[in-house]
């Protein structure tokens, strides 16, 4: 694979692994588009499980202080982010054993997934008038946890985005923006790197596609840094727009996006 194509799958796998926006239905949409080629697109697919573990550096250099309290006076939020882990880890352990995560990368259902997002995301956002914040992260109930991991769980589909999936059903639950943020990216903590640690072990068992992988480590190396350092602002920028109430901005997005790549797939 050419230096040039993991650089530009490193940026958007840093830009919207965080924004609400759908990772993996970029990257379908990438695929779709632009790499025609099924034995490119096999390889794309296992880069993206390095550039993975640059995205998850991002998340632990923006939240590294709250993952050090929970260590310590706020080790009453550990129980909920456990319980809120659990849906996404059983339904996406399900998914690769049962082999039906093949299915799920059809860029039609991606393109509909994506449409999906941006209703999600302009019809989520509550009303401030509506005097929502009423729940608090220090005292998150379990169930309350496990409502947003259902959230986190149904973004293992392609196309809808576990950041606004999740944002949003903690938003109504009644967290404040920047709390539901902190709590949605410290729960894909694990999430991430379970995925990851599938993937890899996954393609490891796969002779066929080990001999056709011909990536040298410097230029996956470069991939997972530039993932770490756009994830990073992407992250950064992600919490200002919720503070500053314009998360749903992301659905003039999303439509289009889900709406041309449905389009363009069922042509193709």
């Known amino acids: ?28 949409a990438l ?59 059983c339904v996406g352990l399900l998914i690769v054993i049962s082999g039906l995560d093949e299915l799920l990368t059809d860029p039609r259902l991606t393109g509909a997934m994506l449409v999906v997002t941006g209703f999600v995301l302009w019809m989520g956002e509550p ?8 729940a608090n992260i220090e005292i ?3 169930r309350q946890a496990f409502w947003i991991g259902i959230a986190q ?57 080990a001999a056709a992988t011909n990536i040298a480590w410097d230029v996956i190396g470069l991939g997972i840094a530039i993932s770490a350092v756009v994830g990073y602002g992407a992250l950064k920028c992600l919490l200002l727009l919720l503070e500053k109430g314009r998360f749903h901005w992301f659905t003039f997005w999303c439509i289009p996006l889900g709406v041309f790549l449905l389009v363009f797939a069922t042509q193709v």
Not at 47 to 53: D, G, R, S, Y
Request: aromatic share 6%.
């Open 140 to 142: 998150l109930s379990n």
């Open 31 to 89: 695929e779709t588009f632009f790499l025609p080629d099924p034995a490119t697109v096999a390889t794309m697919t296992e880069t993206t499980v390095a550039l993975h573990a640059g995205t998850l550096l991002a998340v632990l250099l923006v939240f590294w202080k709250s993952l050090v309290e929970l260590c310590g006076h706020r080790r009453s939020l550990v129980i909920p982010l456990v319980v809120a882990t659990i849906p996404a880890a």
């Open 153 to 209: 769980a149904f973004a293992i589909v392609p196309g809808l985005s576990r950041s606004g999936l999740t944002i949003v059903v903690a938003r109504r639950i009644g967290l404040p923006g920047q709390q539901a943020a902190q709590f949605s990216f410290l729960m894909s903590i694990p999430v991430i790197a379970g995925a990851v640690v599938v993937m890899l072990c996954k393609q490891l068992l796969s002779s066929e596609i």
């Open 127 to 134: 009303s401030v008038a509506s005097g929502y914040e009423t």
């Open 1 to 28: 694979m050419e230096t040039l194509q993991i650089v530009i799958q490193a940026i958007v796998q840093g830009l919207t692994e965080f924004l609400p926006v759908s990772s993996s239905g970029h990257l379908i």
